[in-house]
């Protein structure tokens, strides 16, 4: 599917991908103006910044295929200002390094678009890449190897165009350690919130100036050999990914597969989106040091995650798959013969893994038969939801709760006051509907909507662009959630539903109050027939909820994401008696590995003193009994 560039705006894109702060100077806020589609630094069909109405030799970077190309003609023109404004002209200098001080990316005599199309085809080497944690025979255990990704969701390399691609055109590879504590047939693929998606002028931003705008991480996690960066073969196990054989971590026990991001895990289209020789003029103030644009283009850019993913399960049914040494022996038993999955995502990870997980889940059972026990991890992704907004309004219904009486019913929402000065707290399902700023992004990147959720709701139904709403009704997989209640990443955006991308969340308590009492409607309803598609089976929903800052501590000392960090993982949180008795501490690694296992005995761990009202145990963060905040 190809999609024309849509004028979504930056400040929607950071609040909903999980990244705190904006560059202001890109957010119009309106559909016209700089950053916009109709605007004139948007690339529209007419003037100097457009790609049409002038002359071939006045656009910028002319024929490029992809943003690697685009990229690389720009290194060769900053080298030789008199080298064509061509992607198809032969570079006259070596481009890029796949390693420091070694191979290039793109050799001299070949152009632009043919060195990206060589390094897709044929992809560096592993052994050409920077080593990493890959140094010496045979790999130090816990260290996890590259593995490059099929060009087809099928997993082969016979589809007609690439199926499995980067944003950049590049190919995808994936990061693979098999069980450390034994053969395995449990297998756990994690997508980390190393950056996030990109549509419209945020991807060359990203691409071109990610390390001037403070977004290197967005830059690093579009490609796999981009012109300015190196990658390494070997990354280092950690957090989920540990594979050190201890009682207390369980990920040794399972194939771990970690993804190199350069996409997400549910897009599906091709962007035509625009680039320039610099940044918009709305942004000159914020970034002094940058050029300003004077001419633009448009190039594609592959949002592809959902088949990058289907290609990478598929790719550990064959035995060349699964060789990671080259050795001809397969190193990892085959994913055809796993009893167990888990698809995890950290950040704005999580949602494109909840948005796709029962088509993903699909796939699986079509690889290892309609037995294999497919599970969903959310690490730092659980905000207010609109069909809790409700709960706040001054008409609120007697006994409210989120699942009885839902945004659908009441049509209520309205955003505390945050003393802002400005009328910005109307809220509504706009965002989700035709025209509205989030589905617009989603549209773009063709991103997989729950099938059974627009089966109820009827196609493009704003609730099932609504990733809150789809989660609770109608995603069927089992799904884990450990997530701050004040994460501070999110909390410093406007929720999604907000109609006014200036509004933001004055302080943590009015944030906390909605995430913890959607929590305990979830536990109340989730279970029971509240649930649109039918009640849920009890503990496939699970739902850990700690709170890391502490009364008088600045809101920073939330936390965002912990599946990365061995310390974080190591943390839990403890279960008290009424008089403070301790009865327990289970570890957030714990949790994890036992729900893995359908053996968690406790799928709720929430603390909320409110709630508590002092009457029986509760559950506080830490590892020290004290009464619940």
Known sequence: MRIAVLPVTVATLLALTGCQGKP?????????????????????????????????????????????????????????ST????????????????????????????????????????????????????????????????????????????????????????????????????????????????????????CWLYYRFGPQVDKAEHQQAMSTAHPDNTYARGKAGGGVTNGTVVPENPFAQMNRVRFKRCTDAASNATEDAPIGDGVPASAAAEYPTLPIATRTAKVPVFHHGFDTWRATFRSFTTPAGRDLDGDGTPDLPSLANAKTVVLAGSSDASQWVISAGDELAKELRAIAGPSVDVRLMVDGHFEPALDNEGRYDAGVPAGFDAFHQPYSKTHACTLPDNADGIANETCSDKPYGPGGAWRKALDTRGVVRDASCEAMHG??????????????????????ILSDQEDHNISGSPPIYAEDSSYHWASPPPYRRRVLDLA????????????????????????????????GEPWANARHVRFHDDVEMQKGMTRCSQAGTKLGTVAFGTMVGTWVLATLPNTFAIEDGTFWGGVGAYTVTGDTCRPPE
Request: net charge negative; with cysteine; hydrophobic share 35%.
């Open 459 to 480: 196609a493009n139904a704003p609730e099932c662009y609504d990733g809150k709403h789809t989660l609770l009704h109608h995603v069927a997989t089992p799904v884990l």
């Open 83 to 202: 080298f064509p404004n061509d992607c198809d002209a032969p570079l006259k200098a070596a481009i890029g390094k796949i390693a420091v001080g070694g191979k290039a990316l793109c050799a001299a005599g070949e152009s632009a678009n043919a060195c990206q199309q060589r390094l897709y085809a044929t992809p560096p080497a592993m052994s050409d890449r920077e080593p990493g944690c890959a140094v010496g025979s045979p790999t130090p255990k816990n260290c996890l190897v590259g593995k490059n990704v099929p060009r087809c969701a099928d997993g082969t390399e016979t589809c007609a165009e690439p199926q499995a691609i980067c944003q950049d055109g590049t190919r995808p590879f994936v990061y693979v350690e098999p069980a450390t504590a034994g053969a395995s047939d449990v297998w756990f693929f994690w997508l980390g919130g190393e950056g996030g998606p990109c549509t419209g002028p945020t």
């Open 24 to 80: 202001s100077g890109l957010d119009a806020g309106t559909d016209a103006g700089p950053i916009h589609d109709g605007g004139t630094d948007a690339g529209n069909d007419a003037g100097p910044n457009g790609d049409g109405g002038m002359n071939p030799a006045d656009a910028y970077l002319v024929g490029c295929k992809s943003f690697f190309a685009a990229r690389t003609l720009e290194k060769q023109r900053e080298l030789d």
């Open 520 to 551: 305990h409607d979830i536990e109340s309803f989730w279970a029971t027939s509240a649930r649109e598609e039918g009640a849920g089976t009890p503990g496939n929903f699970a739902l850990a909820l700690p709170k890391s800052r502490r009364t």
